[in-house]
T-cell receptor, first 114, second 114 residues
Framework: DQQVKQNSPSLSVQEGRISILNCDYTNSMFDYFLWYKKYPAEGPTFLISISSIKDKNEDGRFTVFLNKSAKHLSLHIVPSQPGDSAVYFCAALDPNFGNEKLTFGTGTRLTIIP | ETGVTQSPTHLIKTRGQQVTLRCSSQSGHNTVSWYQQALGQGPQFIFQYYREEENGRGNFPPRFSGLQFPNYSSELNVNALELDDSALYLC?????????????FGPGTRLTVL
């Protein structure tokens, strides 16, 4: 039962352009969403998050949008830089468990083309 | 402030054997969560330890067990290894009741079961 889905396994974007990574979820009880970035041989690192009471959160080049009615969120990176090449995971927090159990999507490998 | 460390980096076992993986949590953190990331998948929650006790478990059989020590470091033990246990095992430390995005991951242990 995949409660968090990232349907694009990979994405290639030209340097300087916008990268848009998508994520869908099925559990309407999820109330907090996070994006993690993972380089090879490293653990996931937190990138940006959004609470279910908001529809947008921005941090520098990174913006996350949440559409609760569609159970969809997206991560926008603009402008994209070569160092953004990594695997990006969408994750959701289970309110029944507290603030530590993360439910992850399968990830999207982003490649920025110089 | 030291980050999350895991040992060993990688190891190879044969089916039926037992394995112990280790995790040192970030300074100031008192909770450790373990995740399994199979190839091409997102991390899946195994269990969490807080105050040396299991504090929630994902959909993993009892042959996956753990320990947390007074210094908050943790072990993941897997008995009767199966081929499907081959994966990257990640641990993450956090502070109970802390910020939602304050969960830091180690680099992982790559386990191969032959």
């Amino acid at each position: 039962d995949q409660q968090v889905k990232q349907n694009s396994p990979s994405l290639s974007v030209q340097e300087g352009r916008i990268s848009i990574l998508n994520c869908d979820y099925t559990n309407s009880m999820f109330d907090y969403f996070l994006w993690y970035k993972k380089y090879p041989a490293e653990g996931p690192t937190f990138l940006i998050s959004i609470s279910s009471i908001k529809d947008k959160n921005e941090d520098g080049r990174f913006t996350v949008f949440l559409n609760k009615s569609a159970k969809h969120l997206s991560l926008h990176i603009v402008p994209s830089q070569p160092g953004d090449s990594a695997v990006y995971f969408c994750a959701a927090l289970d309110p029944n468990f507290g603030n530590e159990k993360l439910t992850f999507g399968t990830g999207t490998r982003l490649t920025i083309i110089p | 402030e030291t980050g999350v460390t895991q040992s060993p980096t990688h190891l190879i076992k044969t089916r039926g054997q037992q394995v112990t993986l280790r995790c040192s949590s970030q300074s100031g953190h008192n909770t450790v969560s373990w995740y399994q990331q199979a190839l091409g998948q997102g991390p899946q929650f195994i269990f969490q330890y807080y105050r040396e006790e299991e504090n929630g478990r994902g959909n993993f059989p009892p042959r996956f067990s753990g320990l947390q020590f007074p210094n908050y470091s943790s072990e993941l033990n897997v008995n009767a290894l199966e081929l499907d246990d081959s994966a990257l095992y990640l641990c993450a430390s956090s502070l109970k009741g802390g910020a939602y995005n304050d969960q830091f991951f180690g680099p992982g242990t790559r386990l191969t079961v032959l």
